[in-house]
């Protein structure tokens, strides 16, 4: 499997492989607002911020999936989308994501997302694609529906330092999309 991502432009909006630079964009953002439903955050200092960029940019390398993007908008790192879970049993892979609270409500995640999804079903073969939500994030459910995604199941998962929240899985079926 080729690993390697091409850039992908949407009007103002480019999706690019994540770089180490993309740290100090997150950090300025990441450190409020942050939205309680992530497994990290908020971010107390540049280093934090490092280490995510870095985990998001050297995991998916070392399980042989590709990296997933940064979201830049202005010449600014704005958010991330990141594939991960790539299972061969189903052909399936999942999305998970996240974006600056500056910028929502601008169908950016969503355009983004779409890229995504058809980057995932033609280029890398996936016949099913998952994307989740914590019960509480009622924006990333909203989202999710409106690009198709159906209800499949839901369960217990730990967002570290025992904070456990359910989540909400939906998946999208390469026969189901509507282009």
């Not at 103002?12 to 439903?37: G, H, V, W």
């Not at 730990?158 to 909400?168: A, P, S």
Request: proline share 3%.
């Amino acid at each position: 499997m080729n690993l390697k991502l091409n850039d992908i432009r949407i009007g103002k909006i480019l999706l690019r492989e994540p770089i180490l630079n993309d740290s100090i964009d997150l950090f300025q953002y990441a450190k409020a607002n942050m939205c309680e439903t992530l497994n990290w955050g908020p971010l107390k200092n540049l280093n934090e911020a490092k280490y995510i960029i870095e985990t998001y940019i050297k995991r998916p390398e070392m399980e042989g999936i590709p990296k997933g993007y940064s979201i830049v908008y202005d010449n600014t790192m704005i958010g991330f989308i990141e594939f991960f879970n790539f299972n061969e049993f189903d052909n399936s892979a999942e999305i998970g994501c996240y974006l600056n609270p500056l910028y929502w409500n601008l169908g950016i995640m969503q355009k983004s997302i779409k890229e995504c999804i058809n980057l995932l079903f033609n280029d890398f073969n996936r016949e099913k694609i998952i994307m989740g939500h914590t019960i509480k994030n009622k924006r990333c459910e909203s989202m999710i529906l409106k690009l198709n995604f159906k209800y499949e199941y839901e369960k217990l998962f730990d967002l570290g330092n025992e904070n456990y929240e359910i989540v909400k899985y939906y998946s999208l079926y390469k026969y189901e999309r509507n282009d």
